[in-house]
C-alpha cells in the first residue's frame, strides 16, 4: 500500500490499528532496487559459475 502512495496514517486506519505506531511495526522499506544493484553487481560471477557447471 506504502508503495502505491499511501501513507503510514492511512494504512493504519485501514488496517483498523488504534495507534500508527503499530502499523509502523509492519511496515517495511522497498529494497528491490537495492536487490537489483546487488544482483547486477553479481552477476558477472554468476555467469562464470554457470559456464563452469556446463
Known amino acids: 500500500m506504502l508503495a502505491e502512495g499511501l501513507n ?3 494504512v493504519s486506519k ?3 490499528h488504534d495507534d500508527v505506531k503499530t502499523t509502523m511495526k509492519y511496515l ?4 528491490s ?3 537489483m544493484m546487488v544482483n547486477h ?3 558477472p560471477k ?3 559459475l554457470l559456464k563452469v557447471a556446463s
Open 8 to 10: 503510514p496514517v492511512e
Open 14 to 16: 485501514l488496517m483498523g
Open 28 to 31: 517495511h522499506p522497498d529494497t
Open 33 to 35: 532496487k537495492a536487490a
Open 41 to 43: 553487481r553479481n552477476r
Open 46 to 48: 554468476s555467469l562464470h
